[in-house]
């Protein structure tokens, strides 16, 4: 089925560094989410967005939607132990309600 | 309760037998959705309910999988004759049901086909 191409794959990164990953696709999307799975847990929403150009930050990350609605990116600044875990963009298109996914960014944080 | 539900957590079963895996989504929430996550990969999307009916199942990989909702609530997946590729993480997620609405997910099922 249809996928995110989301790089990079994995990041090992020094605590307190800062971190940027991102999220392309052939076809536009009308919604763009970020979320972080830990292990043995599901995904976990972390910043939604809904208009092309949007920037939105929560805490410490940041998201923007691209002005093509063909891509996102999250930044994480000043990284902590607790960020360690896997990063996944979504998408959803116009009149779909099924989330398309990118393969994901594992992150490792060393103390 | 708070969250969504899956049971069992876990499932070990053996090639050729039928498996049921159970979801409660959030209370209140119409929309729910079963997605499945195979080893190193992204969620794939499998079945979506709006109520009692599944508007899109355009990602069930074979016609051994089937899902339904009674009461608008719980949801049951089954996979009959179970495969070693059917082996992943299945992963149910519920929302309000308005259009774009956000996917909350619970913990999965993974199951493990011998």
């Known amino acids: 089925g249809q996928q995110l191409n989301q790089s990079p794959q994995s990041m090992f990164i020094q605590e307190g560094e800062d971190v940027s990953m991102n999220c392309t696709s052939s076809?536009?999307?009308?919604?763009w989410l970020w979320y972080k799975q830990d292990p043995g847990e599901g995904p976990v929403l972390l910043i939604a967005?809904?208009?092309?150009?949007e920037l939105t930050s929560n805490g410490r990350l940041t998201a923007q939607f691209g002005i093509t609605r063909k891509d996102s990116f999250l930044n994480i600044s000043a990284s902590i132990p607790s960020d360690v875990g896997i990063y996944f963009c979504?998408?959803?298109?116009?009149?779909?309600?099924?989330?398309?996914f990118g393969k994901g960014t594992k992150l490792t944080v060393n103390p | 309760g708070a969250g969504v539900s899956q049971s069992p957590s876990n499932k070990v079963t053996e090639k050729g037998k039928d498996v049921e895996l159970r979801c409660d989504p959030i209370?209140?929430?119409?929309?729910l959705y079963w997605y499945r996550q195979s080893l190193g990969q992204g969620l794939e999307f499998l079945i979506y309910?709006?109520?009692?009916?599944?508007?899109?199942k355009s990602g069930l990989p074979s016609d051994r999988f089937s899902a339904e909702r009674t009461g608008g609530s719980v949801s049951t997946l089954t996979i009959q004759r179970t495969q070693q590729e059917d082996s992943a993480v299945y992963l149910c997620?519920?929302?309000?049901?308005?259009?774009?609405?956000?996917?909350?997910f619970g913990a999965g099922t993974r199951l493990s086909v011998l």
């Open positions: 997620a519920s929302s309000l049901g308005q259009v774009g609405g956000i996917q909350y």
């Open positions: 076809s536009i999307f009308n919604t």
């Open positions: 967005l809904y208009k092309a150009g």
């Open positions: 979504a998408g959803l298109q116009g009149g779909s309600e099924k989330l398309v």
């Open positions: 209370s209140g929430h119409t929309a």
């Open positions: 309910f709006q109520g009692n009916s599944a508007p899109d």
